[in-house]
């Protein structure tokens, strides 16, 4: 069965420095997001994409944030300048549509720390 | 704005017993529900989903209803495992075109032996 992947599972940084985290969606899915947990708490939406864009982003998602389709296969979440406070969860997700009823299938997760 | 509540957790329960996780939403619109899975270690899995009101979502031998009346989605099962064990998450989806999911808090269950 198809599923997300996600590089790597776990990174350590430095406070300041630059992540990029990895996502390889279904392959016949045309919406992307990304979701994060921080520990003990909600799971959050980030960011949603389609066709090359953002459709929809949250408060969360700042300018310290990017997302891109760099080729046909990989979707990645830049954060430039990494802060404690990122420490979390970063979930990826795909489905085939952007409707409501739509299943999102969520990639294992990579756990980001933030020393 | 659009949100989820969960009932509080860690639940435990022995083999066998009924479970029941409320949640509860708040929306503006129509939205479609969902209860997502995390076992240990794990990324989320869909369990079950419904997208209208009166619809029951059914997998695994967890069952949930959409009750627009009193916004509610509870999940129920009649008799849980051991590997029932995991992190439940109630979410809500409403907007088309790329809509993100609201999540609940997730409900810790632990079944005992």
């Known amino acids: 069965e198809p599923e997300v992947t996600q590089t790597p599972s776990h990174q350590v940084t430095q406070m300041g420095q630059e992540v990029i985290l990895r996502c390889v969606p279904i392959s016949n899915h045309l919406y992307f997001y990304w979701y994060r947990q921080i520990l003990g708490q909600k799971v959050e939406f980030l960011v949603s994409?389609?066709?090359?864009?953002?459709?929809?982003k949250s408060e969360i998602f700042d300018d310290q944030f990017s997302v891109e389709r760099p080729d046909g296969s990989n979707f990645t979440l830049k954060i430039r300048s990494t802060k404690l406070e990122d420490s979390a969860m970063y979930f990826c997700?795909?489905?085939?549509?952007?409707?409501?009823?739509?299943?999102?299938?969520f990639g294992p997760g990579t756990r980001l720390l933030v020393l | 704005g659009n949100s989820v509540t969960q009932m509080e957790g860690p639940v435990t329960l022995s083999e066998e017993a009924f479970l029941t996780i409320n949640c509860t939403y708040t929306?503006?619109?129509?939205?479609?529900l969902f209860w997502y899975v995390q076992y240990p270690g794990e990324g989320l899995q869909l369990l079950l989903k419904a997208t209208k009101a009166d619809d029951k979502g059914s997998n695994k031998g967890f069952e949930a209803t959409y009750r627009k009346e009193t916004t509610s989605f509870h999940l129920e099962k009649g008799s849980v495992q051991v590997s029932d064990s995991a992190v439940y998450f109630c979410a809500l989806s409403e907007r088309n075109q790329g809509g993100k999911l609201i999540f609940g808090q997730g409900t810790e269950l632990s079944v005992k032996p």
């Open positions: 994409f389609y066709n090359n864009e953002i459709s929809e």
């Open positions: 929306a503006t619109g129509y939205p479609s």
């Open positions: 997700a795909s489905s085939v549509a952007g409707t409501r009823q739509e299943t999102q299938y």
